[in-house]
């Protein structure tokens, strides 16, 4: 859960705090456990697709998807399912190409280090971030595949 969402259930005037804190868990669970759809989660289903698409090109048979936030399961799920699986190394990437986001910054990390510290024994590394060299070959390579179908310009 994001931090700025979790320090906005939290009231200002310090009043309740703890409760304040078991209702933004609550709502944090209500929001990862329900129902998704390709209708209502558009980037979920669009991020499986590439999960499974990747999945072959991998030098590994494991591949788990992990959300920050609204989505089940969470990194820390994910992480704690490999980990469960025998796995004693973590390669962690986010689907946000550039730089310059909070939760690829921050939340992410700050996952992953409460992560290092219950599993000392697991090797979690995050890969991240992308080489911008090789994610501007990439867009390149889609504007070029558009060029030369003729497509047009937008």
């Not at 989660?41 to 698409?53: H, I, K, Q, S, V």
């Given at each position: ?10 009231p ?8 304040a ?15 998704r ?96 060299g ?21």
């Amino acid at each position: 859960m994001s931090l700025e969402w979790r320090q906005a259930a939290v009231p200002p005037n310090g009043s309740a705090p703890h409760r304040a804190e078991e209702r933004a868990a609550e709502l944090d669970a209500s929001i990862r456990n329900w129902p998704r759809h390709p209708g209502n989660d558009p980037y979920r289903t669009g991020l499986e697709r590439l999960a499974e698409t990747l999945r072959p090109l991998l030098p590994t048979d494991r591949l788990a998807v992990g959300y920050n936030e609204f989505c089940r399961p969470s990194i820390a799920e994910a992480v704690e399912g490999v980990v469960r699986d025998g796995a004693t190394r973590v390669l962690v990437i986010p689907s946000m190409l550039t730089p310059g986001g909070v939760h690829a910054e921050r939340d992410i990390p700050q996952a992953l280090e409460a992560l290092r510290r219950a599993h000392p024994q697991v090797a979690i590394e995050y890969v991240w971030p992308f080489d911008l060299g090789q994610v501007a070959a990439l867009l390149a390579s889609h504007v070029a595949r558009a060029v030369d179908a003729g497509r047009p310009h937008g």
